[in-house]
């Protein structure tokens, strides 16, 4: 059985290494990416044949609706969704405070990280209505920054990741009549440039691998395995659930 597994934010970092452990699976993977070389790149990449990359910006009502459109054309009709498009905006080279946030910024973080994964996800949800698919999937990307609230400021993004966790629930149970379940990911530190970027462009530091209990930061592939393991027929009794991929930084 061919599955057709379409990944947002798959030009680079968390996205990338989820394409490529979905291809690693078995499955063929359709690349999207705001940056159309990046995402070509990335499928090209991917072991198996099939692969394609895709433009969009998830925050476009009509780039979603072309993406799904096209993919579908092309490969088939997409039983796996990760919703992993993200955007962090800073100021003057930090995280901003709320009292620094401007409107454009709250709204642009919004629109990328929230809006992006109801727009696809409801792109999945009509199409699965006229067509179901065994095993459809869909994997949607918070972060440990919303279940922590003020960490490191970022207001915005933290609303955003905050607006993912509750949108997967209602995803799950909308989704649960169309054979679909709705899962999130919640990574915690990782190692990636978005992080790095975060810190000021100083990079990683002991410090921020010494507060995870297990030693380490992150790596993309700790994340896509995660990924993978939501998208696969072994997950078939998980929906509306949050998986914390973040080493012990934070237990419940």
Known sequence: MNRIALVTGGGRGIGQEVCRVLAEAGLTVAAADIDAASARRSAADLPGAGHAGYPVDVADEEAVEALFEAVERDLGPVAVLVCNAGKLLLHEGRRPLIAETSLSNWQDMLGVNATGTFLCARALLRRRQERQVPHGRVVTVSSVAAQLGGYNASAAYIAA???????????????????????????????????????????????????????RLGQPRDVAEAVAFLASPASAYLTGTTLDVNGGYRMQ
């Open 161 to 215: 990741k905050a607006a993912v966790l509750g949108l997967t629930k209602a995803i799950a149970r909308e989704g649960a009549p169309l054979g679909i379940t709705a899962n999130a990911v919640a990574p915690g530190l990782i190692d990636t440039d978005m992080m790095r970027l975060a810190a000021g462009g100083a990079g990683t530091t002991p410090a921020s691998a010494a507060n995870v209990p297990l030693g």
